[in-house]
């Protein structure tokens, strides 16, 4: 005949089942050392990125640091450096998408902008002004 066992008891058997097996798994690993990061560098904080839709993850979460990056200026042409800490600001802040690198110099990244406004400020008018001329020259309903 089967022994009935209290809820006391059956939880006393599944602590000791617990702590046994917590005696049996093998102690965690100790944290390897880090190499100090080399001069020119910024820490990634992974869990600061923008969630992106991909199997792999860029190359600076792997490492650990960004790291100054060389880029040519699309527009002008002229050589630049992206610099670690700007580029902590631009995937950690303002949550750039991670496989995004630098393309403008500072100068060319203002002149694009002034030149988005104007093409918006000019699309602005030209729909106010299709308005304006749709609005008189439309019949009166009852007139």
Same mark, same amino acid.
């Given at each position: 005949?089967k022994a009935?066992?209290?809820?006391k008891?059956r939880?006393?058997?599944?602590?000791?089942?617990r702590?046994a !097996?917590r005696?049996? #798994?093998p102690?965690?690993?100790?944290?390897?050392v880090?190499?100090?990061?080399?001069?020119? &560098?910024?820490?990634?904080?992974?869990?600061?990125?923008r969630p992106h839709?991909?199997?792999?993850?860029? *190359?600076?979460?792997?490492r650990g640091?960004?790291e *100054?990056?060389?880029?040519?200026c699309? *527009?002008?042409g002229?050589?630049?450096?992206? &610099?670690?800490?700007?580029?902590?600001w631009w995937?950690?802040?303002?949550?750039?998408d991670?496989?995004?690198t630098?393309?403008? @110099?500072?100068? @060319?990244?203002a !002149?694009?902008?002034?030149? !988005?406004?104007?093409?918006?400020r000019?699309?602005?008018?030209?729909?106010?002004?299709k #308005?304006?001329? !749709?609005? #008189?020259l439309a019949?009166?309903?009852?007139?």
């Amino acid at each position: 005949m089967k022994a009935y066992k209290s809820g006391k008891q059956r939880r006393a058997e599944i602590c000791a089942a617990r702590a046994a !097996k917590r005696l049996r #798994r093998p102690a965690p690993a100790a944290q390897p050392v880090q190499a100090p990061r080399p001069r020119g &560098t910024a820490p990634v904080a992974p869990g600061q990125l923008r969630p992106h839709n991909s199997y792999g993850e860029p *190359d600076f979460v792997r490492r650990g640091y960004y790291e *100054d990056l060389p880029f040519r200026c699309v *527009d002008c042409g002229a050589e630049g450096v992206w &610099t670690a800490v700007r580029q902590k600001w631009w995937y950690e802040v303002a949550k750039g998408d991670v496989f995004t690198t630098a393309l403008r @110099c500072a100068a @060319c990244r203002a !002149k694009e902008r002034l030149r !988005k406004e104007a093409a918006r400020r000019a699309h602005q008018e030209g729909l106010l002004a299709k #308005r304006a001329a !749709k609005h #008189r020259l439309a019949p009166l309903p009852f007139g």
